[in-house]
DNA sequence: TTATTAGTTCATAATTTTGTGAACTATTAA
DNA sequence: TTAATAGTTCACAAAATTATGAACTAATAA
């Protein structure tokens, strides 16, 4: 495989990330395993674009489906999924503070 | 802030992993600052997609610019960001390790 | 001053992603 | 069998992302 293949699937993968709704899932999977019914009563939205993005995660590994009776539970495929999804987290709350130190610094000196 | 802002912050910076050029970046920036001829020596491609490239990357906090004479040196923001980036990449390559033994399950069976 | 280097910005077209509602499937319950 | 529940799939429109090349700007060198 050369590395332009692995940087394609990489960022297949790491796409998977950048949805507002599938952060809160993977926040939500965190703490276990869920059916869809429970993820969408959290999450909110409809019930066919909440699937899609599931099916979303799931083609690119990082959730996986547990069929049992008329439910389809959901969880991570990984820890490291939810590790790297609070590493991201954090450096979003680091530029946040950054940001507002930069402001604060703003506002005394002008 | 509210559950959902937060949700939509997060996932923008997390975008920023979503393109196999940014993962290259990545990749290379994790071994320290480098300037923008010399990232697209090693990258390729048109030097107006990746100055387009880095600028999305700037904008979402997770690299930092530094001009200096002529030259942009570029860098990761924080090493959580090549941490964030080096687990999805495990998740990856456990992926296709369990995609793989399953071909090997299927081809030992059938 | 003029040219060169180093990169950014812009306009545009192509592609991809997203949200929506309706239709569909599968399992269980009555 | 019929109805209800749980969820998926589909078609489509709207929005966002991406690649490309040309034009532009800023700093240095000749």
Redesign the interface.
């Known amino acids: 495989m050369t590395?332009?293949e692995?940087?394609?699937?990489?960022?297949e993968?790491?796409?998977a990330?950048?949805?507002?709704?599938?952060?809160?899932v993977i926040?939500i999977l965190g703490k276990g395993e869920l059916c869809f019914t429970d993820i969408l009563e959290r999450t909110g939205g409809l019930k066919s674009n909440l699937s899609q993005h599931l099916s979303v995660m799931t083609n690119k590994?990082?959730l996986k489906v547990r069929r049992h009776g008329k439910c389809n539970y959901y969880s991570l495929?990984?820890k490291?999924?939810a590790?790297?999804?609070i590493?991201?987290?954090?450096?979003?709350i680091?530029?946040?503070k950054k940001h507002q130190s930069a402001l604060i610094k703003i506002s005394v000196s002008g």
Do not use: W
Not at 6 to 11: G, K, M, S
Not at 87 to 92: I, N, P, S, T
């Open positions: 590395d332009k692995i940087f394609n699937l990489h960022a993968v790491c796409k990330l950048g949805h507002p709704l599938r952060i809160e926040d590994g990082i495929t990984s490291k999924v590790r790297a999804c590493l991201m987290r954090e450096v979003l680091d530029n946040l």
